[in-house]
């Protein structure tokens, strides 16, 4: 019998290039052109040209018509919104939000950590005449939004090393109220860790207060957050700690137990 071929033996080199392709629009990066790309893959502006035309066919790649550059495109996110469905924390956090915004009548966001962002997935909005603008496909950096917060203390209780999550040289301010300190970032991450939620007190958008609290799985391993967001005067701080901070801990609790959590 002849000897198992290793897995990396069957790779093909063509497919390995589409998807670097497709890993160099991370983090800030939108857009870019032939050459950059040429210049980060090391590879030829044909062949770079080429992937770039069957990412476009297929709707993983789209062309800015304006400037000529390439960003990605609208499958990527249904790729997206398919894993996510499929590991359950749509799915499961979708009842529970909605019982949220039945009990509050507030937005109730569900967010998940990517590298150093806060990517929002999912929101169940509130019937008032007065609301905050949705924040989903929005990334966020985790130092400064309470599903942040929330979820970056959790992952520092377990042993997580913050620098990981947040570079203290681009902690840059959104409003006056945003944490640009690393020291000042852990002593709000210990206030955290008593409350068992995070409060987002204008510090991304001036008039617009939010309370997060993180959910983990099965594996006790942190797999987002759901928060409640609204305009300040009606997230008071009053109403943070009698309500919306015990309910959104509950409903983070719930999510959690149904994703196999327990304490």
Known sequence: MGKKREKSEYTIQAVINALELLEQFNGDVTELGVTELSKRLNLHKN?????????????????????????????????????????????QARPVMEDIVAKCNENVYLSVLRGQKIVYIDVVEANQPVRVVSRIGAQLPVYCCASGKAQLASLIESGEEIEKYVNPREMKPFTPNTIT????????????????????????????????????DYTKRVVGAISISGPVNRITFDRIKEELGPIVVEGARKISEKLGYFI
């Open 47 to 91: 062949n770079v040209f080429r992937l770039l035309a069957t990412l476009e066919s297929k709707g993983y790649i789209e062309q800015n018509k304006l400037n000529e550059n390439y960003r990605l495109g609208v499958k990527c996110l249904e790729l997206g919104q398919n894993y996510l469905k499929q590991s359950g924390l749509l799915r």
């Open 181 to 216: 300190s690393l020291d000042k970032l852990k002593e709000e991450l210990e206030k955290v860790k008593e409350l068992g939620y995070a409060i987002d007190d204008e510090e991304v958008d001036p008039g617009v207060r939010c309370v997060g609290a993180a959910i983990k």
